[in-house]
């Protein structure tokens, strides 16, 4: 594991970007997984910006959603389809068959993770993963206490996912379930990336870089990835041992 440090969250956002652009650029046909979020959210628009702006040929890459929250209509501005057809699919004009997201409303979740387990190994691995680490340290909907051994599957949401997840609807709703990659699609990944930014993930940033590797910390995970990386702003370093 790297640990890099930018200098504010403009910053991130733009390095970020660049990773993944550069890589589309190299690997036009790779495959890559974000996470939605409010960390993520700059990134995603930079590359639509520059996308657009430079011609830029992503009509071959795939993309995959790293979770959504089981029961969530994709229409509903707090989904994290929502979000990508916003941000991403929409002002890139991303194909359907080059877009892989779980159906939250799906009669079968068991299909929908098992459709996208498939879905990876068909297209020999993911190449990039650029994540979030939320309050708990949860990585996706990988909570804590969650087995590291995990691909993609369904789990109970923590009280604190339930609680922080309000903020991104205008009203108040039922959480209970997430539907998600596994902290295993994130292991074989050939390149992984915990971003955050804020002096509100700091606590949680020292806990996932100098705490020990544990499941009940999930993105401590991160430590033991060969090409892994936690990219962060200057306020989200103030209490990292560097």
């Not at 589309?24 to 790779?30: Q, R, T």
């Not at 949860?138 to 995990?150: C, K, L, R």
Request: hydrophobic letters at 40%.
């Amino acid at each position: 594991m790297r640990l890099q440090v930018y200098k504010s969250y403009e910053e991130l956002s733009k390095t970020t970007a660049d990773i993944i652009i550069n890589l589309v650029k190299s690997k036009p046909d790779a495959v890559i997984c974000l996470a939605s979020g409010d960390t993520p959210r700059r990134t995603c628009e930079i590359v639509a910006e520059r996308g657009i702006r430079e011609r830029i040929d992503f009509s071959k890459f795939t993309f995959i959603g790293l979770d959504e929250w089981v029961g969530m209509p994709k229409n509903n501005a707090g989904s994290c389809y929502y979000f990508f057809e916003t941000l991403l699919i929409k002002p890139l004009q991303l194909s359907s068959s080059q877009v892989h997201l779980f159906d939250a409303l799906s009669k079968n979740l068991d299909d929908e993770c098992k459709k996208m387990d498939k879905t990876i190994s068909e297209k020999a691995g993911i190449d990039l993963m650029v994540v979030g680490i939320g309050m708990n340290g949860h990585i996706g909907f990988n909570e804590p206490g969650v087995s590291f051994d995990n691909y993609s599957h369904v789990i109970d949401l923590d009280e604190t996912t339930i609680t922080v997840g309000q903020k991104y609807f205008k009203d108040a709703v039922i959480l209970k379930q997430g539907i998600t990659l596994g902290l295993q699609h994130l292991m074989n990944s050939k390149k992984a990336i915990v971003i955050a930014n804020g002096t509100k993930k700091a606590a949680v940033i020292k806990q996932a870089v100098n705490g020990p590797v544990s499941s009940l910390f999930p993105a401590s995970i991160i430590q033991e990835h060969e090409n892994g990386y936690v990219m962060i702003d200057e306020d989200a370093a103030t209490l990292i041992n560097k």
